[in-house]
């Protein structure tokens, strides 16, 4: 078989990796890019083969990163099957439509922009149609099930942890009477995650292709996250702010309701104050995506499905409130009272989220917390790293917000725990390729694989494409290189780059009060600023 990466190769969004045997060709998820203009921009790109002939998709899960270019892929001649778990293909059947919607509105907003300059307007990445429409072709199957696809191919889904729904995917092929076994770790959760259960062990592989999103790192094992949580909030309720918190609509907004919920049963003064105060979920999708979990009991842990059989309903607490209209999500930013507020998305690239940012994030007394991770490039991100002043609706927003992230809630095994899921393989794979990371983690998370398991490891370009069989590995010279509109887009990266230096510098001379730098030093610096000027003006010759 063959198998080419066109997405999550040496970065975290775009998941999606092309697979060609004797008899079949099919990919393993069909994600979005998200974070930098030019990640964003790979969404437009041609895909790399004859999209009629693809004969299934395999989807790990769905988040957008994992499954938003499926109705991209069907309005340009897809017609198999999407083949996932129950859960995940009726949490796709409200969040695709939700993209659909969004690449509808941020394409009506370019368009305005467009026309004022004279330019012909485009078309959206696909509509909130082409996202119901591409419904049709999903198909449920359940955990723990071998498939037979056809006579080459076998698969078997199991609990990845990581969302509800979410997959691991065994793949068994046979190629000129012999078998290679590939698994694709999808993205893997976190050990005593919230309502899920912990992602299965699998017990060998001839191949593994594993996410790395926290392949370097470990996360904060605060003693109780929730506890600390708690505090967060009472603390910002006590300076009469708002607390905000940018949450995934599905995983991460249903995990912090239900730690919420256990906390009732234990009657504090922190408790009072919280449940004192309105929570609110500010987003309609989070409202379809928790009857989603009400109706998947299936996949909660046992903990999760004893509060449920005593008759409690573990996504649901007093003073739990949900918008629905964009009215009613504009009057929460007009309310005089503190108060809670979970809103979608979590990296604060789209949706409600991005207003609610706006209205506090030049407040001192209000609390941004993050219980996701943040891919480079995104909002989200920026705000992590410090940054002081953001643009949001084409306005200047200062940060005097207090920034917190509680990384005990995220969906993402640490690299601990990877690599004790890895450990548990009785075989071993022969070689690891490691997808979904940024660069610097992929590479730690490689030598740490190497170090311990003395198992070699492969990292990806996007593009790059290999031909495995039951022995080894046989790397090709064969690579899909970005066209010359992409090469131009990294261009606008690059500027987009210096921009943003440009006006973390300005922020930092209007702070500038004291004076502090001599006028000498602001000479040079002025002399500076002349000569890039100058390069940037020839450069646009």
Same mark, same amino acid.
């Given at each position: 078989?063959?198998?080419?990466?066109?997405?999550?190769?040496?970065?975290?969004?775009?998941?999606?990796?092309?697979?060609?045997?004797?008899?079949?060709?099919?990919?393993?998820?069909?994600?979005?890019?998200?974070?930098?203009?030019?990640?964003?921009?790979?969404?437009?790109?041609?895909?790399?083969?004859?999209?009629?002939?693809?004969?299934?998709?395999?989807?790990?899960?769905?988040?957008?990163?994992?499954?938003?270019?499926?109705?991209?892929?069907?309005?340009?001649?897809?017609?198999?099957? $999407?083949?996932?778990?129950?859960?995940?293909?009726?949490?796709?059947?409200?969040?695709?439509?939700?993209?659909?919607?969004?690449?509808?509105?941020?394409?009506?907003?370019?368009?305005?922009?467009?026309?004022?300059?004279?330019?012909?307007?485009?078309?959206?990445?696909?509509?909130?149609?082409?996202?119901?429409?591409?419904?049709?072709?999903?198909?449920?199957?359940?955990?723990?099930?071998?498939?037979?696809?056809?006579?080459?191919?076998? $698969?078997?889904?199991?609990?990845?942890?990581?969302?509800?729904?979410?997959?691991?995917?065994?793949?068994?092929?046979?190629?000129?009477?012999?078998?290679?076994?590939? $698994?694709?770790?999808?993205?893997?959760?976190?050990?005593?995650?919230?309502?899920?259960?912990?992602?299965?062990?699998?017990?060998?592989?001839?191949?593994?292709?594993?996410?790395?999103?926290?392949? /370097?790192?470990?996360?904060?094992?605060?003693?109780?996250?929730?506890?600390?949580?708690?505090?967060?909030?009472?603390?910002?309720?006590?300076?009469?702010?708002?607390?905000?918190?940018?949450?995934?609509?599905?995983?991460?907004?249903?995990?912090?309701?239900?730690?919420?919920?256990?906390?009732?049963?234990?009657?504090?003064?922190?408790?009072?104050?919280?449940?004192?105060?309105? $929570?609110?979920?500010?987003?309609?999708?989070?409202?379809?995506?928790?009857?989603?979990?009400?109706?998947?009991?299936?996949?909660?842990?046992?903990?999760?499905?004893?509060?449920?059989? /005593?008759?409690?309903?573990?996504?649901?607490?007093?003073?739990?409130?949900?918008?629905?209209?964009?009215?009613?999500?504009?009057?929460?930013?007009?309310?005089?009272?503190?108060?809670?507020?979970?809103?979608?998305?979590?990296?604060?690239?789209?949706?409600?989220?991005?207003?609610?940012?706006?209205?506090?994030?030049?407040?001192?007394?209000?609390?941004?917390?993050?219980?996701?991770?943040?891919?480079?490039?995104?909002?989200?991100?920026?705000?992590?790293?410090?940054?002081?002043?953001?643009?949001?609706?084409?306005?200047?927003?200062?940060?005097?917000?207090?920034?917190?992230?509680?990384?005990?809630?995220?969906?993402?095994?640490?690299?601990?725990?990877?690599?004790?899921?890895?450990?548990?393989?009785?075989?071993?794979?022969?070689?690891?390729?490691?997808?979904?990371?940024?660069?610097?983690?992929?590479?730690?998370?490689?030598?740490?694989?190497?170090?311990?398991?003395?198992?070699?490891?492969?990292?990806?370009?996007?593009?790059?494409?290999?031909?495995? /069989?039951?022995?080894?590995?046989?790397?090709?010279?064969?690579?899909?290189?970005?066209?010359?509109?992409?090469?131009?887009?990294?261009?606008?990266?690059?500027?987009?780059?210096?921009?943003?230096?440009?006006?973390?510098?300005?922020?930092?001379?209007?702070?500038?009060?004291?004076?502090?730098?001599?006028?000498?030093?602001?000479?040079?610096?002025?002399?500076?600023?002349?000569?890039?000027?100058?390069?940037?003006?020839?450069?646009?010759?």
């Amino acid at each position: 078989m063959k198998i080419t990466f066109l997405g999550a190769a040496k970065t975290v969004t775009g998941s999606c990796f092309f697979v060609e045997t004797a008899s079949s060709k099919f990919l393993v998820d069909c994600g979005m890019f998200q974070g930098y203009s030019k990640d964003n921009s790979l969404n437009e790109e041609e895909f790399p083969f004859n999209v009629s002939e693809l004969d299934y998709i395999f989807l790990t899960h769905a988040h957008i990163d994992h499954s938003g270019r499926i109705p991209r892929i069907y309005i340009k001649g897809f017609k198999g099957e $999407v083949i996932a778990t129950k859960a995940t293909v009726e949490l796709c059947a409200i969040m695709l439509p939700d993209s659909g919607h969004i690449q509808e509105y941020e394409n009506e907003w370019t368009n305005r922009k467009r026309i004022r300059a004279g330019k012909p307007p485009v078309e959206p990445l696909y509509t909130y149609q082409d996202a119901v429409d591409s419904l049709q072709l999903f198909r449920k199957v359940s955990y723990g099930e071998i498939l037979k696809i056809n006579d080459e191919i076998r $698969v078997r889904f199991n609990d990845a942890g990581h969302i509800l729904g979410s997959a691991i995917i065994e793949m068994w092929i046979t190629e000129k009477g012999e078998e290679t076994k590939i $698994v694709f770790s999808g993205d893997l959760g976190n050990r005593d995650i919230p309502i899920l259960k912990d992602p299965s062990i699998i017990e060998s592989a001839d191949y593994l292709v594993i996410e790395s999103t926290y392949g /370097n790192r470990l996360h904060n094992q605060r003693a109780d996250k929730a506890e600390y949580f708690l505090d967060l909030i009472n603390n910002t309720i006590e300076k009469g702010g708002n607390v905000v918190i940018p949450s995934f609509a599905v995983g991460r907004t249903q995990e912090l309701i239900y730690e919420l919920n256990k906390k009732k049963e234990v009657c504090d003064e922190k408790l009072k104050k919280l449940f004192a105060t309105p $929570v609110y979920i500010d987003s309609p999708m989070a409202i379809s995506a928790t009857e989603v979990f009400r109706n998947n009991l299936d996949c909660y842990d046992d903990e999760a499905r004893e509060y449920v059989e /005593n008759g409690d309903n573990p996504l649901d607490f007093p003073g739990l409130k949900f918008t629905r209209t964009a009215d009613e999500s504009k009057a929460l930013n007009e309310r005089k009272d503190s108060s809670i507020i979970i809103s979608a998305s979590g990296m604060c690239e789209a949706g409600r989220i991005r207003h609610h940012l706006k209205h506090n994030l030049w407040r001192k007394d209000s609390t941004i917390i993050f219980v996701g991770y943040q891919a480079e490039g995104t909002l989200g991100r920026r705000l992590l790293d410090g940054a002081k002043k953001v643009r949001l609706f084409g306005e200047e927003i200062s940060v005097e917000a207090r920034i917190e992230m509680i990384e005990g809630f995220s969906g993402h095994a640490d690299k601990q725990g990877l690599l004790s899921w890895i450990e548990r393989f009785s075989k071993k794979p022969k070689k690891i390729f490691i997808v979904h990371g940024e660069e610097d983690s992929m590479t730690e998370f490689s030598e740490e694989i190497y170090r311990r398991f003395n198992i070699e490891t492969i990292i990806p370009f996007k593009g790059e494409s290999f031909i495995l /069989n039951a022995y080894n590995v046989i790397e090709t010279d064969e690579i899909i290189r970005p066209d010359n509109s992409f090469k131009r887009l990294q261009v606008v990266e690059k500027l987009e780059n210096i921009k943003e230096e440009v006006d973390e510098l300005t922020y930092i001379l209007k702070s500038d009060l004291k004076q502090d730098k001599t006028d000498l030093e602001i000479d040079e610096l002025l002399t500076r600023l002349k000569n890039i000027e100058k390069s940037i003006l020839e450069a646009l010759k």
